[in-house]
Protein backbone atom coordinates (compact mmCIF):
# COMPACT_ATOMS: atom_id res chain seq x y z
CA UNK A 1 0.00 0.00 0.00
CA UNK A 2 1.68 3.64 -1.09
CA UNK A 3 0.94 6.47 0.71
CA UNK A 4 0.61 8.01 -3.26
CA UNK A 5 -2.42 6.03 -3.19
CA UNK A 6 -3.78 8.34 -0.75
CA UNK A 7 -2.95 11.41 -3.01
CA UNK A 8 -6.43 13.48 -4.65
CA UNK A 9 -5.88 17.53 -6.01
CA UNK A 10 -7.06 20.29 -4.22
CA UNK A 11 -6.93 23.53 -5.85
CA UNK A 12 -6.51 26.42 -2.74
CA UNK A 13 -9.87 27.80 -3.13
CA UNK A 14 -11.37 24.37 -1.19
CA UNK A 15 -8.71 25.08 1.81
CA UNK A 16 -11.44 27.17 4.43
CA UNK A 17 -9.78 30.52 5.98
CA UNK A 18 -12.79 30.70 8.66
CA UNK A 19 -15.13 28.72 10.41
CA UNK A 20 -18.71 28.84 9.42
CA UNK A 21 -20.75 31.50 11.05
CA UNK A 22 -22.15 30.68 13.57
CA UNK A 23 -20.17 27.34 13.53
CA UNK A 24 -23.06 24.87 13.23
CA UNK A 25 -23.79 26.41 9.88
CA UNK A 26 -21.10 24.19 8.36
CA UNK A 27 -22.06 21.93 5.60
CA UNK A 28 -22.34 17.84 6.79
CA UNK A 29 -22.03 15.11 4.09
CA UNK A 30 -23.37 12.21 5.03
CA UNK A 31 -22.50 8.62 3.51
CA UNK A 32 -24.22 5.60 4.65
CA UNK A 33 -21.72 2.36 4.22
CA UNK A 34 -25.10 0.25 3.73
CA UNK A 35 -26.54 2.03 1.07
CA UNK A 36 -23.86 3.58 -0.13
CA UNK A 37 -25.88 6.97 -0.20
CA UNK A 38 -24.85 10.40 0.04
CA UNK A 39 -26.83 13.33 1.48
CA UNK A 40 -26.11 16.82 2.01
CA UNK A 41 -27.39 18.86 5.00
CA UNK A 42 -26.15 21.31 7.28
CA UNK A 43 -24.33 20.51 11.13
CA UNK A 44 -27.19 21.90 12.58
CA UNK A 45 -29.09 19.15 11.18
CA UNK A 46 -26.70 16.58 13.51
CA UNK A 47 -29.85 15.73 16.09
CA UNK A 48 -32.34 15.00 12.92
CA UNK A 49 -29.76 12.61 11.31
CA UNK A 50 -28.68 10.35 14.13
CA UNK A 51 -31.11 7.94 15.77
CA UNK A 52 -31.94 8.58 19.38
CA UNK A 53 -30.22 5.92 20.63
CA UNK A 54 -26.73 6.97 19.38
CA UNK A 55 -23.78 7.67 21.01
CA UNK A 56 -21.34 10.68 20.50
CA UNK A 57 -17.27 10.10 21.61
CA UNK A 58 -15.77 13.77 22.03
CA UNK A 59 -12.12 14.75 22.59
CA UNK A 60 -12.36 17.24 25.22
CA UNK A 61 -8.08 18.30 25.14
CA UNK A 62 -8.03 21.90 25.10
CA UNK A 63 -5.30 23.48 22.85
CA UNK A 64 -2.50 25.34 24.33
CA UNK A 65 -0.99 28.22 22.50
CA UNK A 66 2.47 25.92 21.65
CA UNK A 67 4.75 28.20 19.49
CA UNK A 68 6.91 30.56 21.52
CA UNK A 69 9.57 33.05 20.02
CA UNK A 70 13.16 33.19 21.62
CA UNK A 71 13.92 37.02 22.03
CA UNK A 72 16.35 36.39 18.64
CA UNK A 73 13.56 35.65 16.68
CA UNK A 74 13.67 31.90 16.64
CA UNK A 75 10.84 29.61 16.93
CA UNK A 76 9.82 26.76 19.18
CA UNK A 77 6.96 24.91 18.85
CA UNK A 78 5.57 22.49 21.95
CA UNK A 79 4.77 19.28 20.58
CA UNK A 80 4.63 16.67 23.68
CA UNK A 81 4.37 17.02 27.05
CA UNK A 82 7.81 14.83 28.93
CA UNK A 83 7.40 16.50 32.27
CA UNK A 84 5.95 19.52 34.15
CA UNK A 85 8.63 21.70 32.16
CA UNK A 86 10.03 19.70 29.98
CA UNK A 87 8.69 19.27 26.53
CA UNK A 88 9.35 17.17 22.95
CA UNK A 89 9.80 20.99 20.74
CA UNK A 90 10.14 21.59 17.19
CA UNK A 91 12.66 23.96 16.37
CA UNK A 92 13.18 26.63 13.23
CA UNK A 93 16.91 27.04 13.53
CA UNK A 94 18.31 23.79 13.90
CA UNK A 95 21.94 24.68 14.04
CA UNK A 96 21.22 26.84 16.91
CA UNK A 97 19.25 24.50 19.12
CA UNK A 98 22.33 22.33 19.91
CA UNK A 99 22.71 20.52 23.47
CA UNK A 100 23.26 22.75 25.83
CA UNK A 101 22.10 25.81 24.13
CA UNK A 102 20.15 28.20 26.05
CA UNK A 103 17.43 30.67 25.45
CA UNK A 104 15.71 33.55 26.48
CA UNK A 105 11.66 33.79 25.63
CA UNK A 106 10.93 36.54 28.43
CA UNK A 107 11.78 37.88 31.79
CA UNK A 108 12.41 35.21 34.19
CA UNK A 109 11.19 32.23 31.09
CA UNK A 110 14.26 30.91 29.14
CA UNK A 111 14.67 27.10 27.56
CA UNK A 112 17.46 24.66 27.40
CA UNK A 113 18.47 21.86 24.86
CA UNK A 114 18.93 18.83 26.74
CA UNK A 115 19.12 16.21 23.94
CA UNK A 116 18.09 16.02 20.41
CA UNK A 117 16.07 13.24 19.45
CA UNK A 118 17.07 10.69 16.66
CA UNK A 119 14.26 12.31 14.14
CA UNK A 120 15.40 15.78 14.76
CA UNK A 121 13.29 17.14 17.42
CA UNK A 122 14.60 19.27 20.80
CA UNK A 123 14.11 18.01 24.42
CA UNK A 124 13.76 21.53 25.92
CA UNK A 125 13.55 22.17 29.40
CA UNK A 126 11.78 25.30 30.26
CA UNK A 127 13.11 27.37 33.41
CA UNK A 128 10.04 29.79 34.67
CA UNK A 129 8.06 30.49 38.29
CA UNK A 130 4.88 29.94 36.67
CA UNK A 131 5.03 27.83 33.10
CA UNK A 132 1.45 27.39 32.34
CA UNK A 133 0.88 31.89 33.00
CA UNK A 134 4.34 32.28 30.90
CA UNK A 135 3.27 30.17 28.12
CA UNK A 136 -0.36 32.53 27.94
CA UNK A 137 1.96 35.34 28.10
CA UNK A 138 4.07 34.61 25.68
CA UNK A 139 3.02 31.46 23.27
CA UNK A 140 0.91 31.64 19.96
CA UNK A 141 -2.30 29.77 19.10
CA UNK A 142 -0.66 26.65 16.79
CA UNK A 143 -3.00 27.55 14.21
CA UNK A 144 -1.79 25.10 10.77
CA UNK A 145 -0.13 27.05 8.26
CA UNK A 146 -2.76 27.01 5.86
CA UNK A 147 -4.25 29.38 7.73
CA UNK A 148 -3.37 33.06 7.56
CA UNK A 149 -3.14 33.59 11.72
CA UNK A 150 -5.56 36.67 13.01
CA UNK A 151 -6.53 36.49 16.67
CA UNK A 152 -9.95 36.38 15.94
CA UNK A 153 -8.96 32.79 13.96
CA UNK A 154 -6.92 31.63 17.20
CA UNK A 155 -10.06 32.03 19.63
CA UNK A 156 -12.03 29.93 17.18
CA UNK A 157 -9.92 27.40 17.06
CA UNK A 158 -10.43 25.85 20.38
CA UNK A 159 -13.87 23.59 20.33
CA UNK A 160 -16.90 25.17 22.82
CA UNK A 161 -16.15 21.92 25.35
CA UNK A 162 -12.51 21.97 25.39
CA UNK A 163 -11.42 21.31 29.42
CA UNK A 164 -7.90 19.33 29.31
CA UNK A 165 -5.45 21.84 28.06
CA UNK A 166 -2.32 20.13 26.22
CA UNK A 167 -3.05 19.64 22.43
CA UNK A 168 -1.02 21.85 20.48
CA UNK A 169 -3.42 21.10 17.63
CA UNK A 170 -7.42 21.16 17.68
CA UNK A 171 -9.21 18.46 17.24
CA UNK A 172 -10.95 19.89 14.68
CA UNK A 173 -14.01 17.98 13.88
CA UNK A 174 -15.33 19.23 17.37
CA UNK A 175 -15.06 22.39 16.26
CA UNK A 176 -18.80 22.77 14.73
CA UNK A 177 -20.62 21.83 17.67
CA UNK A 178 -22.78 24.91 19.64
CA UNK A 179 -24.72 24.86 22.93
CA UNK A 180 -27.55 24.80 20.30
CA UNK A 181 -26.30 21.58 18.69
CA UNK A 182 -25.84 20.14 22.17
CA UNK A 183 -29.13 21.34 23.45
CA UNK A 184 -31.04 19.46 20.35
CA UNK A 185 -29.00 16.40 20.65
CA UNK A 186 -29.73 16.07 24.51
CA UNK A 187 -32.93 16.80 23.61
CA UNK A 188 -33.64 13.51 21.35
CA UNK A 189 -31.89 11.19 23.85
CA UNK A 190 -28.53 10.67 22.20
CA UNK A 191 -25.64 10.12 24.19
CA UNK A 192 -22.62 12.29 24.54
CA UNK A 193 -19.17 10.70 26.20
CA UNK A 194 -15.81 12.22 26.78
CA UNK A 195 -12.22 11.11 26.30
CA UNK A 196 -8.98 12.73 26.16
CA UNK A 197 -6.67 12.38 24.11
CA UNK A 198 -3.59 15.89 23.35
CA UNK A 199 -3.02 16.45 19.90
CA UNK A 200 0.61 16.40 19.08
CA UNK A 201 2.49 14.87 15.91
CA UNK A 202 0.87 11.79 15.73
CA UNK A 203 -2.04 13.60 14.71
CA UNK A 204 -0.60 15.76 11.95
CA UNK A 205 2.98 14.79 11.18
CA UNK A 206 3.36 14.11 7.22
CA UNK A 207 3.68 10.58 6.00
CA UNK A 208 7.63 10.81 4.24
CA UNK A 209 7.59 7.16 3.04
CA UNK A 210 6.29 5.68 0.46
CA UNK A 211 4.92 2.29 1.89
CA UNK A 212 2.27 3.25 4.28
CA UNK A 213 3.23 0.15 6.60
CA UNK A 214 6.80 1.19 7.65
CA UNK A 215 5.12 4.75 8.95
CA UNK A 216 5.83 5.21 12.55
CA UNK A 217 3.57 7.49 14.42
CA UNK A 218 4.56 9.57 17.26
CA UNK A 219 2.93 8.35 20.94
CA UNK A 220 0.17 10.83 22.19
CA UNK A 221 -1.33 11.21 25.82
CA UNK A 222 -4.60 10.07 26.49
CA UNK A 223 -7.09 9.05 29.11
CA UNK A 224 -10.30 7.25 28.92
CA UNK A 225 -11.87 7.46 32.21
CA UNK A 226 -13.43 4.24 34.78
CA UNK A 227 -16.98 5.73 34.31
CA UNK A 228 -16.64 6.43 30.29
CA UNK A 229 -15.67 2.76 29.50
CA UNK A 230 -18.23 1.92 32.10
CA UNK A 231 -21.16 3.35 30.02
CA UNK A 232 -20.02 3.49 26.97
CA UNK A 233 -19.63 -0.43 27.11
CA UNK A 234 -23.06 -0.72 28.56
CA UNK A 235 -24.49 1.64 25.40
CA UNK A 236 -22.11 -0.97 22.68
CA UNK A 237 -24.04 -4.30 24.71
CA UNK A 238 -26.89 -2.30 24.24
CA UNK A 239 -26.39 -2.56 20.49
CA UNK A 240 -26.38 1.51 20.55
CA UNK A 241 -24.02 2.77 17.42
CA UNK A 242 -20.69 4.15 19.09
CA UNK A 243 -19.64 7.24 16.41
CA UNK A 244 -16.23 9.17 17.46
CA UNK A 245 -16.16 12.46 16.87
CA UNK A 246 -12.57 12.84 15.28
CA UNK A 247 -9.71 10.38 14.51
CA UNK A 248 -8.24 11.24 17.93
CA UNK A 249 -11.60 9.92 20.05
CA UNK A 250 -11.72 7.00 17.51
CA UNK A 251 -8.01 5.87 18.11
CA UNK A 252 -8.53 6.07 22.11
CA UNK A 253 -11.54 4.00 21.58
CA UNK A 254 -9.57 1.35 19.25
CA UNK A 255 -6.77 1.77 21.74
CA UNK A 256 -8.65 0.61 24.50
CA UNK A 257 -10.61 -2.02 22.87
CA UNK A 258 -9.87 -5.54 23.04
CA UNK A 259 -10.35 -7.94 20.53
CA UNK A 260 -13.75 -8.96 21.73
CA UNK A 261 -14.87 -5.07 21.23
CA UNK A 262 -14.73 -4.61 24.94
CA UNK A 263 -13.22 -1.15 26.57
CA UNK A 264 -10.60 -1.25 29.12
CA UNK A 265 -10.07 2.35 31.07
CA UNK A 266 -6.71 3.14 30.20
CA UNK A 267 -3.93 6.32 31.11
CA UNK A 268 -0.87 6.77 28.59
CA UNK A 269 0.59 6.77 25.41
CA UNK A 270 -0.76 5.98 22.19
CA UNK A 271 0.52 5.50 18.74
CA UNK A 272 -1.58 3.48 17.14
CA UNK A 273 -2.06 3.91 13.31
CA UNK A 274 -5.56 2.62 11.54
CA UNK A 275 -4.99 1.86 7.78
CA UNK A 276 -7.06 0.23 5.16
CA UNK A 277 -6.98 -3.44 6.17
CA UNK A 278 -7.48 -2.93 9.55
CA UNK A 279 -10.66 -3.83 11.31
CA UNK A 280 -12.45 -1.78 13.73
CA UNK A 281 -12.85 -3.13 16.85
CA UNK A 282 -15.06 -0.88 18.85
CA UNK A 283 -16.65 2.34 16.93
CA UNK A 284 -19.78 2.43 14.37
CA UNK A 285 -19.21 5.58 12.90
CA UNK A 286 -17.45 9.01 12.56
CA UNK A 287 -18.00 12.20 12.19
CA UNK A 288 -14.81 14.08 11.02
CA UNK A 289 -13.29 16.71 8.38
CA UNK A 290 -11.74 16.62 4.93
CA UNK A 291 -8.19 15.82 5.79
CA UNK A 292 -4.64 16.34 3.83
CA UNK A 293 -3.81 14.44 1.00
CA UNK A 294 -1.65 11.56 1.61
CA UNK A 295 -1.91 11.87 5.35
CA UNK A 296 -2.21 9.16 8.35
CA UNK A 297 -6.23 11.20 8.66
CA UNK A 298 -7.42 10.69 5.19
CA UNK A 299 -5.86 6.40 5.74
CA UNK A 300 -7.83 6.34 8.85
CA UNK A 301 -11.33 7.08 7.14
CA UNK A 302 -10.38 5.23 4.45
CA UNK A 303 -10.23 2.22 6.86
CA UNK A 304 -13.67 2.19 7.41
CA UNK A 305 -14.89 3.45 3.98
CA UNK A 306 -12.94 1.91 1.95
CA UNK A 307 -10.16 3.85 0.03
CA UNK A 308 -11.41 4.34 -3.46
CA UNK A 309 -14.93 5.04 -1.72
CA UNK A 310 -13.01 7.96 0.43
CA UNK A 311 -11.87 9.45 -2.74
CA UNK A 312 -14.64 9.38 -4.52
CA UNK A 313 -16.36 11.46 -1.59
CA UNK A 314 -14.07 13.85 -1.47
CA UNK A 315 -14.41 14.21 -5.17
CA UNK A 316 -18.47 14.43 -4.61
CA UNK A 317 -17.91 17.48 -1.74
CA UNK A 318 -15.48 19.17 -4.64
CA UNK A 319 -18.31 19.27 -6.88
CA UNK A 320 -20.62 20.67 -4.06
CA UNK A 321 -17.96 23.29 -3.00
CA UNK A 322 -17.67 22.03 0.63
CA UNK A 323 -14.66 23.17 2.69
CA UNK A 324 -11.66 21.53 3.34
CA UNK A 325 -9.21 20.93 6.58
CA UNK A 326 -9.59 22.35 9.84
CA UNK A 327 -11.82 25.09 9.77
CA UNK A 328 -13.78 23.57 6.97
CA UNK A 329 -17.08 21.08 6.82
CA UNK A 330 -17.67 18.05 7.96
CA UNK A 331 -18.61 14.65 7.29
CA UNK A 332 -20.59 11.89 9.08
CA UNK A 333 -19.91 8.68 8.11
CA UNK A 334 -22.27 5.84 9.07
Known amino acids: MKTSDFDYNLPKKFIAQKPASPRDHSKLLIYDRGSESVQHKNFFD ?20 A ?45 EVLEILES ?23 LPPYIHSTQKKVRQYQTVYAKTAGSVAAPTAGLHFTPRVFEKLKAKGIAIEKITLHVGLGTFAPVKVENVQK ?46 GKLHPKSGETNIFIYPGQKFKFIDGMLTNFHLPKST ?11 EKIL ?12 FFSFGDAMLLL
Open 215 to 260: HKMHSEFFLLSERAAKRLNAYKKAGRRIIAVGSTSCRVLESCSDFR
Open 297 to 307: LIMLIAALVGR
Open 120 to 142: GERVIQFHSKNFTKDLEKYGASP
Open 67 to 111: RLKTQEGREVFLVKKLRSKTWECLVRGGKYFQVGTTFEIGNFFSG
Open 46 to 65: LSDILRSDDVLVLNESKVIP
Open 312 to 323: EIYEIAKKKNYR
